[in-house]
């Protein structure tokens, strides 16, 4: 089946406005939240997004989905954080942040295994 040159460019003019109107509301940097100096961006801006900014490719750094559980006071919020790949290096060297792998022992049962 062959689409007229007109149906083809409607086609694509509606691909470029939704284009446009997600990057629109999609953030493609943000501010390292331990040392707030370092940026975080997007590695390929100009590809459509995906629609969990976790699940997209970062540069110098990660974001990452913050889900604060029961107990805490923001409990049913959600929050994007970046952090950039220096200060997760230094978080990691000094303790404060754990490898999953280290305290989940499930996933270290499943990896010995296979």
């Not at 990660?62 to 923001?74: A, C, I, Q, R």
């Amino acid at each position: 089946m062959r689409h007229s040159e007109e149906k083809v460019a409607e086609a694509l003019k509606v691909i470029t406005e939704y284009k446009e109107d997600i990057l629109k509301l999609y953030v493609t940097e943000y501010t390292c939240a331990c040392c707030r100096a370092n940026k975080i961006e997007r590695l390929y801006p100009n590809h459509i997004p995906f629609l969990k900014q976790e699940q997209d490719s970062w540069k110098n750094g990660t974001v990452s989905l913050l889900t604060p559980g029961f107990g805490s006071k923001h409990d049913m919020e959600g929050y994007y954080i970046g952090i950039c790949d220096e200060c997760i290096s230094t978080l990691k060297e000094k303790g404060l942040i754990k490898n999953k792998e280290l305290i989940n022992p499930q996933i270290r049962i499943i990896n010995s295994i296979f």
